[in-house]
């Protein structure tokens, strides 16, 4: 899976490529007619079509744009070359059975001067500035590696020579001292394994890499529980036996194998981008087209029944246990129990006007607001009261690893009939399982899926409306 830097690059080579693609095209057309008086023809849009077809199945024959193409920029100069080739040709076999005109037998050699000069130029111009970007917005990936070891080695050097898109803060090992491997000064050893996690913490680092097996020392399997429950994630660099961890997730760095706890296809930065666009279309949809108007009336029949703000707001825990400002219409009257009860079946508190936001699911409309800026997503883990977070964390297996992702107005523990007031443990332990369901099998379609079964389930009414 892509890094942030991959991704950025790639997407940034798609688009101005396209750019360059079209603009080659409408130049050399347009020099043509001007310049060759006895060599016109009229406009096509069928063959401006045909130029940028026959460039993506050059670019797509070639692996212009994928991943390992693009981790090494010598790899992508090289590669780019070749696509202008092959695309140029390509584009005139295409005239040849076309039987086109003399006008775009020299429009063949106009457009490959031009397409030279552009992409050399804006490969050279996109690597300033895409390695402007990467400094300025340090997207480089915080890591840390457990075990300093030959394969911690490997997998250090793996990271120094991939300094655009990862940022190696060091070592820790079982006792804090080193093996006799060197590599250079960012590669210092920083302490032993029990220390890894607080400065994690500290240095803001969300993925750690251990050489060290599980089961092979009882402090890495200690340090995967401390790790989840301040949602760092650990991941395992190592020779496996075939077939010894099939339930778990497998990438590779370079040729290094590295296994997941679990899959988590929103690890993958496409995936990333795919639903906060998603997010993003569909929160500003409700925004300009249902609360504009939605806002005002439901304001003034809130407060028209009780004394207070038409809206409540409270800090629940979002992405990595970060506390945010969650918005709701008031649906109670005002009270100072607000950030330490959950609203039961007949709560005292709930005005009548409340009851009717809450069953209709009206009162967390607001919410929207949240996913519009990034705190939240339509779909996620519902976010809990912090109370609530260091109650249930403190007491429930895997509690934490729900905060991996955004929380959301619904979600598949909601649609299952896991929403509303938990009455004991067991209860949030089947939320937070099927939290995590969700987490390790997201796609879009899953999403689509949960808003449409959120939507039934509000027209049929849900018993836990309350």
Same mark, same amino acid.
């Given at each position: 899976m892509g890094t942030r830097f991959q991704y950025l690059l790639r997407t940034t080579l798609l688009i101005s490529d396209f750019i360059i693609v079209n603009g080659t095209w409408l130049i050399s057309y347009f020099i043509l007619q001007k310049i060759n008086y006895g060599l016109r023809a009229q406009y096509n849009p069928l063959n401006l079509l045909s130029f940028n077809l026959c460039?993506?199945?050059?670019?797509?024959?070639?692996? %212009?744009?994928?991943?390992?193409?693009?981790?090494? %920029?010598?790899?992508?100069?090289?590669?780019?070359?070749?696509?202008?080739? +092959?695309?140029?040709?390509?584009?005139? +076999?295409?005239?040849?059975?076309?039987?086109?005109?003399?006008?775009?037998?020299?429009?063949?050699? +106009?457009?490959?001067?031009?397409?030279?000069?552009?992409?050399?130029?804006?490969?050279?111009?996109?690597?300033?500035? +895409?390695?402007?970007?990467?400094?300025?917005?340090?997207?480089?990936?915080?890591?840390?590696?457990?075990?300093?070891?030959?394969?911690?080695?490997? %997998?250090?050097?793996?990271?120094?020579g991939k300094q655009k898109m990862y940022s190696f803060e060091g070592f820790f090992d079982i006792d804090g001292e080193g093996s006799g491997y060197a590599i250079n000064e960012s590669g210092r050893i920083v302490g032993a394994i029990d220390q890894c996690i607080d400065f994690a913490i500290k240095n803001d680092i969300r993925e750690v890499y251990s050489t060290l097996l599980p089961g092979q020392h009882q402090k890495v399997t200690e340090l995967v529980e401390v790790a989840e429950r301040n949602c760092i994630r650990v991941k395992f660099v190592g020779d496996f036996q075939p077939g010894a961890y099939a339930a778990h997730h497998v990438e590779y760095l370079d040729t290094l194998p590295v296994i997941s706890l679990r899959a988590e296809p929103l690890q993958d930065v496409s995936n990333r981008v795919k639903k906060r666009i998603f997010d993003l279309v569909i929160s500003a949809l409700v925004i300009i087209l249902i609360l504009s108007w939605l806002v005002p009336v439901l304001a003034i029949l809130v407060k028209l029944e009780s004394r207070g703000a038409a809206f409540f707001r409270q800090l629940r825990s979002g992405k990595n246990n970060e506390p945010f400002w969650c918005y709701k219409f008031r649906s109670m009257r005002e009270n100072k129990e607000g950030d330490l009860l959950q609203a039961s079946k007949g709560d005292k508190r709930i005005t009548k006007m409340g009851s009717f936001l809450r069953k209709t699911s009206l009162d967390e409309f607001p919410q929207f607001w949240n996913v519009f800026i990034g705190d939240m997503s339509i779909v996620g883990p519902r976010p809990h009261m912090l109370k609530h977070t260091e109650q249930y964390s403190a007491i429930i297996n895997k509690y934490m690893v729900r905060q991996f992702l955004k929380p959301g107005i619904t979600g598949w523990a909601q649609v299952n009939g896991y929403r509303g007031e938990t009455k004991d443990t067991e209860l949030m332990e089947k939320r937070v399982e099927y939290d995590i369901w969700y987490m390790e099998n997201w796609s879009l379609m899953l999403d689509i899926k949960i808003i449409f079964m959120t939507v039934i389930n509000i027209f049929k009414g849900e018993e836990q409306a309350y």
């Open positions: 460039w993506l199945l050059a670019a797509g024959f070639l692996g %212009l744009y994928q991943y390992n193409t693009i981790q090494k %920029l010598e790899v992508t100069y090289r590669k780019t070359i070749k696509t202008i080739i +092959v695309h140029v040709c390509f584009f005139a +076999v295409f005239l040849m059975y076309q039987n086109q005109a003399e006008f775009y037998k020299s429009f063949v050699l +106009v457009s490959l001067a031009l397409i030279s000069v552009f992409f050399t130029a804006s490969r050279f111009f996109l690597t300033f500035v +895409v390695e402007f970007i990467i400094d300025k917005a340090r997207l480089q990936q915080k890591t840390a590696i457990i075990g300093y070891n030959e394969m911690g080695v490997k %997998l250090a050097k793996y990271f120094e």
